[in-house]
């Protein structure tokens, strides 16, 4: 048998490269060799040393809403490759860098590009970079994603603030706090009823009628699933039955990550496609749309969110001590 040339997989129909080397999976401990809090404070200080910003908000952008980081002014770009302990981005529509600066006069830091449990990281490491945040000295994170929407009163392009969500890895085991924990970041059980901030969604609201978006903004219950592939018909009608109203491949374990460390959370989905209930409906699914719905709502996305941002650094500064 003649050997296996790399560069002709797919029968060499696709020639386009991948985005970026791929990652290596650390199978020797099945992701679990973790990074101490001492690993963590070297990256913060790091960070710390690359710029004068002092974040108070963190913004966290989902697939195609990287442009929620293009009104920050005064914009500082540290790409993940030189960050020490950082993973790095693979998928299209995640740049792959912090952005340091201003929105609206409050210090922030947004994430253009996350990691996904699908991209070969525990979850741990997807969460790596919102402790990160926190000792940074974030008090709030702002964690925005692209999901399907299983609501049938939901329309594409539809942006639903996510009231709370459905930890499904977590019901097989699978959590970012699975391990060891450290008490400099958290309890070892941290309560999770509060998770998305009450105040936040109802600010969230009064926004969104502000700005006459009030039509197009949503409520609902978020849930993670591991990913890659999109739902089949019975995993969505069984996502429906048990209360979800949009689905995607984030955020939940981030939120998680997040509240044990006392940030407070605020958390957004983009409805990029309708899910599909039915096997006689004939369109899938697929990854250029949810790009394109990014694209299409970019310009309200970056209003509402700068918007929010100032609101929320409000009520940091009436909490403060
Ligand atoms: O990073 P998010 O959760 O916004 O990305 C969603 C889930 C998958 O990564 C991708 C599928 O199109 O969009
Ligand atoms: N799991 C999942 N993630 C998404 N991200 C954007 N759309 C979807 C979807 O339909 N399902």
Known sequence: MAPINADVVNGGKDSTPPKTTLPEVDTETNGNKRYSYETLVETANFLLSRTAVRPLIGVICGSGMG????????????????????????????????????????????MQGRFHYYEGYPLWKCCLPVRVMKLLGVRTLIATNAAGGLNPNFKIGDLM?????????????NNPLHGPNDERFGPRFPPMNKAYNYEFRKIAKEVAKELNIQDIVREG?????????????????????????????????????????????????????ECVTSYEHEAEANHEEVLDVGRMRQDILRKFVSKLVVKFAHTLTRDSP
Do not use: W
């Open 161 to 173: 603030i996510v009231k709370d969500h459905i930890n499904m890895m977590g019901f097989a085991g």
């Open 67 to 110: 442009a929620l980081a293009e009104n920050i002014i005064d914009g500082q770009c540290i790409p993940y490759e030189e960050i020490p302990n950082f993973p790095t981005s693979t998928v299209e529509g995640h740049h792959g860098r912090l952005v340091f600066g201003h929105l609206n006069d409050i210090p922030v830091v947004a």
């Open 221 to 273: 219950v978020y849930t993670c699933l591991g990913g890659p592939n999109f739902e089949t018909v019975a995993e969505i009608n069984m996502l429906k039955m048990v209360g979800v109203d949009a689905v995607g491949m984030s955020t939940v374990h981030e939120v998680i990550t997040a509240r044990h460390c006392d940030m407070n959370v605020f958390g957004l989905s983009l409805i990029t496609n």
